[in-house]
């Protein structure tokens, strides 16, 4: 059973940075691992992406040039960078793994199976 545990959120003004970390037990062969973000009211929303097998990394078009998705050389943790925080990043922020599969795919929720407790991320203006 493979178990995720989000650490690293907090509360920062606009401009700020946060580093997010993701560290994953019990699984044996490469995992694709997403960050996910929910605001209220609003879908759960696939922020970045890593192939723990590869090189491939994945980002939504409203986070690339601040945020950066990154893996320890163990591939035991995951780490999403946050840089130039904006009020409209605030969420409760997920990581999730799934088997390695078509990056197409990953942002969306669905097809990721395992799922960390979250973390909060508030951005003030």
């Known amino acids: 059973q493979v178990q995720l545990v989000e650490s690293g959120g907090g509360s920062v003004q606009a401009g700020g940075s946060l580093r997010l970390s993701c560290a994953i037990f019990?699984?044996?062969?490469?995992?694709?691992v997403g960050w996910f973000r929910q605001a209220p009211g609003k879908e759960r929303e696939g922020v970045a992406a890593?192939?723990?097998?590869?090189?491939?990394?994945y980002y939504v078009d409203s986070v690339k040039g601040r945020f950066t998705i990154s893996q320890d050389n163990g591939k035991s943790t995951v780490y999403l960078r946050m840089n130039s925080l904006k009020p409209e990043d605030t969420g409760m922020y997920y990581c999730?793994?799934?088997?390695?599969?078509?990056?197409?795919?990953?942002?969306?929720?669905?097809?990721?199976?395992?799922w960390g407790q979250g973390t909060q991320v508030t951005v003030s203006s």
């Open positions: 890593i192939e723990t097998g590869g090189s491939s990394t």
């Open positions: 999730a793994a799934r088997w390695s599969r078509n990056g197409a795919t990953w942002y969306l929720p669905e097809t990721f199976h395992y």
């Open positions: 019990g699984y044996s062969y490469n995992v694709d």
